[in-house]
């Protein structure tokens, strides 16, 4: 030993916990420093001191080492954060609820003139020509239900959501990197799991997004008040002298003073005829489907999993498409309606995921 320490090397037997390190590199946690040190930038000889530490955590990356010389020598562990959950600082019960609180808050302000468009909006009364060629396509009912457009745009994005977030976390905590989440939240006395949090706060960006999207095309329907593909066929205007399209009087003229007799059709359909433009369908289905699709690429980083993330996404993005084709084929809207739909979707989702990690 003496020997050792007269050629100014330090025995390694005590340092197998740093054997994977350089001659004066980082130790990989505080407890392995406790059996040894590096002694290639200290002249003095081996360090046979403890670590000395505090009792509180290791805030400042920083240990001390005393050698038999009296000398202390400081190691700084400019990677070593401590990540144990347990010393983060829990948010409580009352701020748990204060968040959600203001989360609805924040949610109504969007969905409450929503609700007030479907229930009391009226929208711009734009005219007409009798012989638009653009107006006299029949009435189909809509390939891509409201229902389907839901269930693909919300049930199936949630429950992906769901499933990514629990098995993230269990991951996380198999490999011992910690806590998911930034943050601990107990909720009298209980501690709610990390991915319950995340899965909070990514369904309700989502949530949150589709209602700006939906708010966004709102109020371009009732400002611009384009007709349907469809119009004359659910309209079937009367003019305010009791002539109607087929009287001569009316042809080339453009006519804004009309009501619709609607005959056969329902309030909710003769309302809708002037709600074209943009394209709602196309709005939602290519939000939500841009959203999952950028969640996918930004969370589910498993690399054996890299062709079925990419096939998800593609899955996804072709019915956007087809959803938004059919409002075309379906007569519903004009394609500049489905264009303009498609872009403010894609615009906001986009932004609402630019700060995901």
């Given at each position: 030993m003496n020997s050792l320490r007269q050629n100014g090397v330090c025995d390694t037997t005590p340092l197998q916990g740093l054997e994977s390190q350089s001659s004066c590199s980082e130790p990989s946690s505080p407890t392995a420093a406790i059996n040894g040190a590096c002694t290639g930038s200290v002249s003095t000889g081996c360090i046979e001191g403890a670590l000395l530490k505090s009792d509180t955590p290791t805030s400042k990356s920083t240990i001390s080492l005393a050698n038999?010389?009296?000398?202390?020598?400081?190691?700084?562990?400019?990677?070593?954060?401590?990540?144990?959950?347990?010393?983060?600082?829990?948010?409580?019960?009352?701020?748990?609820?204060?968040?959600?609180?203001?989360?609805?808050?924040?949610?109504?302000?969007?969905?409450?003139?929503?609700?007030?468009?479907?229930?009391?909006?009226?929208?711009?009364?734009?005219?007409?020509?009798?012989?638009?060629?653009?107006?006299?396509?029949?009435?189909?009912?809509?390939?891509?239900?409201?229902?389907?457009?839901?269930?693909?745009?919300?049930?199936?994005?949630?429950?992906?959501?769901?499933?990514?977030?629990?098995?993230?976390?269990?991951?996380?905590?198999?490999?011992?990197?910690?806590?998911?989440?930034?943050?601990?939240?107990?909720?009298?006395?209980?501690?709610?799991?990390?991915?319950?949090?995340?899965?909070?706060?990514?369904?309700?960006?989502?949530?949150?997004?589709?209602?700006?999207?939906?708010?966004?095309?709102?109020?371009?329907?009732?400002?611009?008040?384009?007709?349907?593909?469809?119009?004359?066929?659910?309209c079937q205007p009367i003019m305010y002298d009791g002539t109607t399209c087929d009287d001569a009087i009316n042809a080339g003229r453009y006519i804004e003073d009309f009501t619709c007799r609607g005959v056969d059709m329902s309030a909710k359909m003769i309302k809708e005829v002037g709600l074209s433009f943009p394209s709602g369908h196309a709005n939602f289905a290519f939000y939500t489907m841009l959203y999952i699709m950028i969640y996918l690429q930004k969370r589910m980083t498993w690399s054996r999993f890299k062709m079925f993330k990419h096939l998800l996404q593609f899955l996804f993005l072709m019915f956007a498409w087809y959803a938004s084709l059919t409002r075309v084929s379906d007569y519903q809207h004009h394609w500049s309606d489905v264009l303009a739909g498609s872009a403010i979707g894609t615009f906001y989702a986009v932004i609402v995921t630019s700060s995901m990690w």
């Open positions: 038999h010389n009296n000398n202390k020598i400081e190691i700084h562990l400019s990677k070593f954060v401590n990540a144990d959950k347990h010393n983060m600082e829990p948010q409580s019960a009352r701020s748990i609820i204060c968040r959600i609180f203001m989360d609805f808050i924040i949610l109504g302000c969007v969905g409450m003139p929503i609700l007030g468009f479907h229930l009391y909006g009226a929208s711009y009364k734009r005219g007409f020509f009798c012989d638009d060629e653009a107006l006299k396509h029949p009435y189909k009912a809509s390939t891509v239900r409201s229902w389907m457009l839901y269930l693909m745009g919300f049930v199936v994005p949630i429950a992906i959501i769901t499933a990514i977030e629990f098995f993230k976390s269990h991951s996380q905590r198999m490999r011992g990197f910690g806590h998911l989440s930034g943050e601990r939240y107990i909720f009298y006395h209980l501690e709610i799991p990390d991915w319950c949090v995340e899965c909070y706060k990514k369904i309700g960006v989502l949530i949150f997004g589709a209602g700006v999207c939906e708010l966004t095309v709102e109020i371009a329907k009732y400002s611009i008040g384009r007709l349907r593909p469809h119009f004359f066929e659910v």
